[in-house]
């Protein structure tokens, strides 16, 4: 028995009513597709489909795992990355807390002569928090000559950071001190 709906249904019932043996039979398809069930829905299923044993269904596949978006799952895995990171360059050496307005001394290696290690004392006039990537920016005084340097927080060439004075500052970025000739005292 092979049977199709229309839009309406209304073709299904007429096919039903007509044939007292069950249905027109269709050269070429095999008997299953004569077994279809005449529910009203617009698909069409198959009695073999409905009468398979339970131990044969489709527990075999994993249920379907869902992510989140792509960019979003890589962002988190470099952000724990990113803290495994930091926490393993703390337990090597000690990192004071660094603010604008404090005065640092660094022990400074030179990349371009390993050995020479250059002391710089200064002013921290900026800090960027950025996880791994932190920097901190001094100004000093050179020669009469005011000179500002950005150090990465957790660089290697960095050997010790000293806090020597901390003065009291309300802002977050001090490069006011830009136009002042002695910002050290």
């Known amino acids: 028995m092979f049977l199709y709906q229309t839009r309406f249904g209304s073709r299904t019932e007429e096919l039903m009513s007509r044939g007292s043996s069950g249905g027109f039979p269709v050269p070429g398809l095999s008997p ?14 198959t009695a073999a489909s409905t ?10 596949v994993p249920p379907r795992i869902k992510f989140k978006r792509l960019d979003k799952t890589a962002k ?10 930091v926490e393993e360059v703390k337990g090597q050496r000690e990192i004071p807390d660094i603010k ?4 640092v001394q660094l022990k400074v290696e030179v990349p371009e002569n390993k050995r020479r290690v250059s ?11 950025a996880g ?11 020669a009469g000559v005011g000179v ?11 050997k010790e950071i000293k806090v020597v004075d901390k003065k009291k500052v309300r802002r ?6 830009r136009n002042k000739m002695n910002a050290l005292t």
């Open 32 to 45: 299953l597709a004569g077994m279809v069930s005449t529910s009203s829905s617009r698909c069409m299923t």
């Open 51 to 60: 009468t398979m044993d339970s131990s044969e269904s489709v527990t075999d």
């Open 172 to 177: 977050a970025k001090l490069y006011y001190l």
């Open 76 to 85: 988190h895995i470099m952000q724990i990355l990113d803290k495994e990171a």
């Open 132 to 142: 791994l990537n932190t920097t901190f920016r001094i100004r000093r005084m050179v």
């Open 100 to 103: 604008p307005g404090y005065i």
């Open 148 to 158: 500002e340097s950005l150090f990465p927080l957790y660089s290697p060439n960095i």
């Open 119 to 129: 002391t710089v004392k200064g002013i921290v006039i900026a800090r960027r928090n």
